[in-house]
């Protein structure tokens, strides 16, 4: 077990490192723009955000350890499962920059739908090699269902608030 540490510890940085990066560009935005948005009432206090965030990646990252390790790595049946982490991480990363720097309140959405979607697969997947696994997928599939509703709402509740194609490239 001694020798899985730090293959566990790997696992769990590399989503955390992400999440990091994500939360410490976005930091500038929260205060400004976002707050200036027709936010609903259900949305959660923005302090909610890091705590949830962070263990949800710390279980995702253990949960690709498990399938990683019970699966044979890339060599083995966890190849598929684990391309489908990566491009759930991917999107997941992705979604920030779409929403806070872009102010892309519509793509936003789309994007959060194909998240959702891409983690639902994973969970499926990770389910096969490891029930654990799978089962760690459960809080943050519904977690990024609840995220894409507050997007749609927010996106709905503030049209003027998308950027249009010139005025990003403008702003470049």
Known sequence: MRSEIPKIILAIALPLVGGWINGYLTRPEIAGWYQGLNLPSFRPPNWVFAPVWTSLYIGMGYASYLVWRDGGGFNGKAKGPLILYGVQLVLNWAWTPIFFKLHELKWSFVESLALAGAV?????????????????????????????????????????????????????
Do not use: D
């Open 120 to 172: 639902a697969a994973t969970g499926f997947a990770f389910s096969k090699i490891n029930k654990i696994a799978g089962y760690v997928f459960i809080p943050y599939f519904v977690w990024c269902s609840y995220a894409s509703l507050l997007n749609f709402v927010i996106y709905k509740h503030n049209p003027e608030q998308t950027a249009t194609i010139e005025a990003i490239t403008e702003g470049s």
